[in-house]
């Protein structure tokens, strides 16, 4: 306990990090903690479209973390949450401390929302789906062994249909995970089912 303490203390706040492949679920994460008052690292440069027409919440600067390069805006992301898409998760130094929402959704549903995606932009994924969820099970597996072998990760994870099933009781999750401080009803207010598109079966 006291060897966390001052851990803590030289490391500052942890970085929240919402975190799981792409179309999981982490945009309205991130949504539900901007609306709970958290403080949300992200510079609006990929603009709102129909795949996520309430916006993506990503910051540019994430993408590089698998490159040698200036990372130094990790201290100012203490306190804050910031959307990290699970392959850049082990690129993150362990210099800081992490608390990681893991979004998890049905990989079929993962796949159909992928490919309609690349569909209205004009776009073929040209990937087969099979292989693609083989890939993604390996992955997540591979992720999953990572966060919980680094004593500078915690890690919740979050159904996205739960979240979508039972907002409140997801947010409230969420908010005893990072503290207990955030609005819980301003946090459930955010999730919405009519997004819930490309539903498995």
């Known amino acids: 306990m006291a060897q966390s303490f001052w851990r803590r203390l030289r490391r500052g706040p942890p970085i929240v990090v919402v975190s799981g492949l792409p179309r999981s679920g982490t945009s309205m994460a991130m949504a539900m903690l901007e609306a709970g008052?958290?403080?949300?690292?992200?510079?609006?440069?990929?603009a709102a479209d129909a795949s996520n027409p309430k916006g993506y919440y990503e910051y540019e600067?994430?993408?590089?973390?698998?490159?040698?390069?200036?990372?130094?805006?990790?201290v100012g992301a203490r306190g804050k949450a910031v959307k990290i898409i699970s392959f850049?998760?082990?690129h993150l130094p362990e210099s800081y401390d992490y608390q990681v929402i893991f979004m998890q959704r049905d990989l079929d549903e993962v796949l159909a929302s992928q490919n309609k995606m690349l569909e209205s932009r004009g776009e073929a994924s040209g990937a087969d789906d099979a292989r693609m969820?083989?890939?993604?099970?390996?992955?997540?597996a591979q992720v999953g062994r990572f966060l919980r072998n680094r004593s500078c990760f915690s890690t919740l994870t979050v159904s996205y249909a739960q979240v979508v099933e039972d907002p409140r009781a997801e947010a409230a999750r969420i908010n005893a995970f990072l503290g207990g401080r955030l609005d819980v009803e301003g946090m459930a207010a955010v999730a919405d089912r009519s997004l819930y598109r490309n539903r498995a079966g």
Not at 37 to 46: E, F, K
Not at 61 to 74: E, Q
């Open 88 to 90: 850049l998760l082990t």
């Open 133 to 140: 969820r083989a890939l993604y099970e390996e992955h997540l």
């Open 37 to 46: 008052g958290l403080p949300i690292v992200t510079d609006g440069v990929r």
């Open 61 to 74: 600067r994430v993408k590089d973390l698998d490159k040698p390069g200036d990372h130094a805006w990790l």
